[in-house]
């Protein structure tokens, strides 16, 4: 739901740095290609740290270990690019859309630094005009959906509950809390059928939940929900567009901050080293097997998602209570989810009074964004939706025709004439297990304090251990940075 703040305090948190997109442009293609086969000299398979992934949080652990004097180091990316759940993807006339994360807001300060670190700009979403809300079959525009007065008394009661819930949480340390396991054993769902006294609460929550969190109320643990909002500083912050999370973009696109900061660690970057094997032998130096060869390390970080490290054999096995919440979260029910991009010559909506935002608690589309580029020369309209909500759109090409006359219900026919389409699949990636995943009930009290406590000399980073903006951008990078730190600790 979308609420707007006049916020000062917010909207120019981050400052225009401008001339970023000149600097891209005179860094050119970074130099990180890596390194083929077996052509890694043997002394550089000797390090002090190696790193494992180079989405945000590998990336900028590299970064900080390097800011703190430890030059021995090498990152290995499974994938042929670094960037790992923020991808550009090329929409002609020199413009790129994203199709992973994408968009930062206040109170995101470990972003927010970084890229101002980087010369990197960042600039407002478009939010001018009115949203598009389809809730409970009722379609109607305006700055908040169409609701009575009970309804919305009802919303703002239930959300301050949840708010004042997750304030009491220890933070980054859910399962501390007092009531930890009884918060943890029921659902958000069966929370919400207890304190919601209409219907249009819990189908905006479950709208908030499909399009937020990746699955069901009733599926998903009241404590992880809690944890998250208490992560994000509050309910407001995860589901404000203005002046929350989606307040601003990145300029040139999110997958740049990878890309620059890989651009400046250079070789040390491999791709392409997807690693199969960890050993971590008493007494001897750790081996880390990839495809290619095996690096000697002292310390290890792995930067993923708990549920992407059970690709990975460790020997000796990981804590048995570290294993299971990585396999309970790989394992875990969620709404796999594709990012689409529908391109038209413009914005058309705009004129219309509409800024192309559309929540909707029905498939197939759960949100769409105004995704054209800063200077509106084309028109971009990105949609958020689950393959498994909508069977018939599983193909390619009917999804392509099936999300144009959707959003002609909601934009009018000019929306039927699109000019390009693109979409990632993060349900078909072979190297990301999704996009959040949210826990089910019993989880985090089970094993949640092994998200971040190092297993021997591995240290875990990745958005799911950040304490602060969990699941974000922000979360990831901030997670590099402290496990960097503690590395950097253990070596001392
Ligand atoms: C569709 C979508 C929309 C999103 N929207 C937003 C948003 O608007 N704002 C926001 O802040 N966040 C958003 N997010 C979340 C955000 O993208 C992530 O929180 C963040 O990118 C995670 O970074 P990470 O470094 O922790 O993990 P990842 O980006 O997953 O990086 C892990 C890396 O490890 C690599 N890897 C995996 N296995 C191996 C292996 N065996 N060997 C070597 N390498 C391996 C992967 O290839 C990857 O590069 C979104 C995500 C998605 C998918």
Redesign the pocket.
Known sequence: MRFTMTNAWSRRRFMRVSGGAAAAASLGRPSFVGAAVGGVPAAARNVRVAI?????????AARELRRQGEDSFVV????D??????LNMPIGDGHIV???????GPG?DA?AALIEDLGIGAYDQYYQGDTTYDIEGKVSRGLLPDVTFSEAVDFANVAWQLDRLSQRLPLGEPWRAKNAEALDRQTFGAWLSVHAKTSFTPSVFRLINRAVWSGYPERTSLLWILNYIRSAGGLLPVILNDGG??DQRIEGG?QVISERMASELGDRVLLG????RIEDPPGAPMRVV?AQETFRADRLIV???PA??M??EFVPGLPERRLELASGWARLPRLP?V?AAMLYNTPFWRVDGLNGAMQSDRSPIQLVFDNSPEDASMGVLSC?LSVVECPHLADRAAREAGLREELARYFGDKALDAKGYVE?D?ATDP??T???TPLTPGLLTAGGEHLRKPSGRIHW????SAKV?C??????IS??ARAATEVIAALR
Do not use: H, N
Not at 52 to 59: I, K, P, T
Not at 471 to 476: E, L, N, R, V, W
């Open positions: 494992v992934g180079a989405g945000l949080s590998g990336l900028m290995l990316e499974a994938r690019r670094v960037g790992g759940r923020t994203e199709v992973g994360g994408e968009w930062i995101q972003v999370a989606q999110s080293r997807p690693v199969v990839t930067a993923m998602a992407d490290t690709r990975i989810l990012k958020f990632k993060w190297w990301s999704g996009c959040i980073a990745g958005t799911e903006w699941g974000y951008m922000d979360g990831a997670a590099g």
